[in-house]
């Protein structure tokens, strides 16, 4: 009997521990439930002490199975908050809760697939998750949808994806939410050029979206009111207003302070060309170079206009800013704006990489023209429509062949130097019909020539000096002309080649040789007449 009653009390007491835990177990999830789900959304500037207390809370919450805070831990592993960044893990609790049909795991499910984090990135697979989410009622997930058919590469083509992007983003919009405010209002503020769609032009309505967002805290939207306060609106009425600069800072500075890079830049612009706001390069440089960290394309444009050697004058100066200009510098930062798409970037890239490229070939021509052990005389400079070339072969580059042809005949006289006769011209023009445009290359460079050579002919008109004459125009006309294609890679515009432009040097040289050798009496009697 003794036994029985040890062994009862013995059960209770095990009961009553295993309740006692049982109910510390459920105290602790509780609070961790508490703890997870009370103090979300988080906030970024917590400690890093909180940030550990807060994932502790998540963890033992999800593991008790709290939906909400299986969605909560996953986006503390998707941000990075208090624990490295895993977007591995971030997926696995999500999908957790989307078992449940949470409707939040499921729409960033979508996400995941969408920018292929912690998963194989697509498409079609996100859409199916935002479809889903969107049948729940989520309205982030309209305006992602949204997204994924407004960047489409066919959007601008495609009737049916415009319109469901309209749609998409008019639910949303209608539903509070500021992103898509935003987003429709660009569609109305600049609609897609194609017949059939559901929008009009109508920048009142965009402007009240944007109004809306912006009351809301929306920084995309504060930016976007500046921007039409700033811009010149033609066809709008008295909702639009005219254009007020003033207020375009404010909201710019509005927009930069809460940390948009965007706003950043056109703060800075308005400071750099002092557009409603008293001028301030000083300031704006400091606020482009902060833009530009961030990325942001227009800001790298900018800084390649006041490091451009080319742009002078009041506003590119920077004689106040302590930087130099920089033709390197200028040039890569144009690249950048260009691959960020700025529009006209691309253009100065072309531009600045031409001046980069001459002054490469002319260092390189001067190194070739060493190793020959001869240096020529500077040839003349030509001049067409106001654009200095300091030689003939920076020239072919950038004037067409015959007009080039045209310029070195007549350089190579001066004003106390007689027409040359018809027959001569004649001669010249037409010298070794059927050959390519190498042979008229070198007749530009013999041409160039002539003027530094003149004081030759006229002591003596020997054969043998002509041919001399000759030889040397055709040869180091063509080694001049190619060292720079070598550097240019492209004569007459990129259409000639170098590879196919070069094989023929030796062949010109040996052709000009021997035909000026036996034709050299008939030049030399014509050349004196010329430059007598």
């Not at 809760?97 to 960033?108: D, T």
């Not at 479809?131 to 989520?138: D, H, L, Q, T, V």
């Not at 001028?279 to 704006?284: F, G, H, T, V």
């Not at 002919?457 to 125009?473: D, L, Q």
């Amino acid at each position: 009997m003794k036994n029985k009653e040890e062994i009862e009390m013995k059960l209770r007491g095990i009961l009553f521990w295993a309740l006692l835990a049982s109910f510390c177990v459920s105290a602790l999830v509780q609070a961790a439930e508490t703890t997870c789900t009370d103090v979300w959304p988080v906030d970024i500037r917590g400690s890093e002490n909180e940030y550990e207390a807060l994932l502790d809370s998540c963890i033992t919450a999800a593991r008790g199975g709290n939906i909400q805070a299986a969605v909560n831990l996953g986006s503390l592993y998707y941000y990075g908050i208090g624990v490295e960044q895993n977007f591995s893990k971030a997926h696995k609790w999500w999908e957790s809760a989307a078992e449940e049909n949470h409707v939040k795991a499921i729409k960033r499910l979508g996400d995941l697939a969408a920018y292929g984090h912690g998963v194989q990135k697509d498409e079609e697979a996100a859409i199916a998750f935002y479809e889903k989410a969107i049948e729940n009622g989520s309205v982030d997930a309209m305006v992602a949808l949204g997204y994924i058919y407004r960047f489409n590469e066919d959007f601008s083509v495609n009737h049916n994806l415009i319109n469901k992007t309209i749609n998409l983003f008019s639910a949303a919009a209608d539903e509070g939410d500021p992103r898509a405010q935003v987003a429709l209002g660009r569609l109305y503020q600049s609609p897609p050029m194609i017949g059939g769609v559901s929008i009009e032009k109508d920048i009142d309505v965009a402007i009240q979206l944007y109004r809306l967002a912006a009351d809301q805290g929306n920084t995309r939207g504060i930016f976007m009111l500046g921007y039409i306060y700033s811009t010149s609106i033609k066809d709008t009425n008295d909702v639009a207003g005219p254009i007020d600069r003033e207020k375009a800072v404010e909201l710019y500075k509005k927009a930069s302070d809460k940390g948009l890079p965007i706003a950043t830049a056109f703060l800075a612009r308005a400071y750099l060309y002092g557009n409603g706001v008293r001028r301030d390069k000083k300031y704006a440089l400091s606020l482009l170079e902060e833009a530009a960290e961030d990325g942001v394309g227009q800001a790298f444009h900018l800084l390649g206009k006041l490091y451009d050697p080319e742009k002078t004058g009041r506003l590119w100066s920077v004689k106040d800013l302590n930087i130099e200009k920089d033709l390197q510098k200028s040039y890569e930062l144009y690249q950048v704006a260009a691959e960020k798409g700025i529009p006209f970037a691309s253009q100065e890239v072309s531009k600045k990489k031409r001046e980069i490229e001459k002054i490469k070939g002319d260092a390189l021509r001067e190194e070739q023209i060493k190793a020959l052990g001869s240096t020529p005389a500077q040839p003349p400079i030509l001049v067409k429509n106001n654009t200095r070339y300091w030689d003939c072969e920076n020239a072919i580059g950038n004037l067409v062949l015959d007009d080039l042809y045209n310029i070195a005949r007549r350089l190579a006289k001066r004003k106390d130097i007689p027409e040359p006769d018809s027959d001569f011209c004649s001669y010249l023009v037409q010298a070794n019909q059927g050959a390519d445009d190498n042979s008229k290359r070198v007749q530009i460079n013999w041409y160039t020539s002539a003027e530094n050579m003149k004081s030759c002919i006229r002591e003596t008109c020997a054969t043998e000096y002509t041919a001399s004459f000759g030889v040397w125009g055709a040869h180091m006309g063509i080694e001049s002309t190619y060292a720079s294609i070598e550097v240019s890679e492209s004569i007459l515009s990129g259409v000639e080649k170098k590879n196919s432009a070069c094989m023929d040097i030796e062949a010109e040289r040996v052709d000009y040789k021997n035909r000026l050798r036996y034709e050299g009496t008939y030049k030399c009697s014509k050349l004196s007449a010329l430059l007598r």
